[in-house]
């Protein structure tokens, strides 16, 4: 089977000082995360291939815009219902079992994650499912009426669909909790190695919550932008026929040629304008 070195994570020496000199009750928590996304940033821009960071991102974002599809027309039970990215996939007996959750709300996050995260085993893909996890659950958490549809008699499985501003949200919140559990990840992988006893540096999580909302405020709402695309449609037939009409932009395709632009912008790459090129499926 040949032999494994354990992987040591980047050489970001500015800030692993400022995590070797971290006092909790002084030290400037948005200070390190700017650090943190700085380094994440500039080792991107070196190398667009680092850490396979933007492929799998990409890829991610592309398999999160297909479940959105569902969710609106079927919310999260009907995720539940089909896998749309594996229409033809039929469980054997055994995994059949292992997908009976007690709790919906539970099976909901699963599999969510499974058809967001996948299946690899890099640093990078236990990141994505950390983080498409997180805000399946944050969204269960901050709005609970989903919960109570998912577990109500005869809920959601009626077929109503996910709000579009719930599913925006859930859209950025994932693409900052990646980059967040990724930095985490590095983080605490470079502390084992050089100093535990900082093991637990951001217990109460103010540098994670620093990266979060530095990378939040550079990811776009699809809303928006499926607003100004819808408004746009409207003028152009107004000019062309004289009427005005209602134009379907859908969102989840509004988020999907979104995504190259998105990830982009998280991993500090120059992007001009927000990508319309096709992503990995």
């Known amino acids: 089977m040949g032999t494994s070195t354990r992987w040591e994570g980047p050489r970001w020496s500015g800030l692993y000082s400022r995590l070797a000199r971290w006092d909790p009750d002084r030290s400037d ?39 959105m599809e569902t969710l609106a027309a079927a919310g999260p039970s009907g995720l539940l219902d089909k896998d749309p990215l594996h229409e033809d996939f039929a469980p054997e007996q055994g995994e059949a079992d292992a997908l009976d959750w007690q709790d919906p709300a539970d099976a909901f996050v699963a599999e969510l994650t499974r058809q967001v995260g996948g299946e690899g085993g890099t640093i990078v893909d236990a990141a994505l499912r ?4 997180a805000s399946a659950q944050r969204l269960l958490t901050e709005h609970p009426e989903i919960r109570e549809s998912l577990t109500a008699p005869g809920g959601s499985s009626q077929g109503r669909g996910l709000a579009g501003d719930l599913l925006c949200l859930l859209y950025q919140w994932f693409f900052a909790d990646l980059v967040t559990e990724f930095l985490r990840a590095v983080i605490a992988e470079k502390i084992k190695l050089t100093v535990p006893v900082l093991e637990v540096i951001d217990s109460e999580g103010r540098i994670a919550d620093g990266v979060a909302g530095r990378i939040t405020a550079l990811i776009p709402n699809p809303c928006e932008e499926a607003e100004a695309q819808a408004a746009e449609v409207a003028k152009a037939a107004l000019s062309v ?21 998105v990830v982009g912008k998280i991993l500090g790459f120059a992007v001009d304008a927000l990508g319309e090129e096709e992503v990995p499926a």
């Not at 700017?34 to 994440?40: K, P």
């Not at 850490?51 to 479940?67: E, K, P, T, V």
């Not at 950390?130 to 996890?133: D, E, N, S, V």
């Not at 005005?244 to 999907?256: F, G, K």
């Open 130 to 133: 950390r983080a498409i996890a």
């Open 29 to 67: 928590a948005e200070a390190v995360a700017t650090a943190a996304i700085d380094a994440l940033q500039d080792s991107c821009r070196d190398d667009p291939s680092a850490f396979g960071l933007r492929d799998a991102a990409c890829a991610a974002g592309a398999r999160l815009s297909d479940a």
């Open 241 to 261: 026929n004289g009427d005005s009409m209602e134009a379907d932009v859908p969102l989840s395709d509004v988020a999907r040629r979104l995504v190259p632009g």
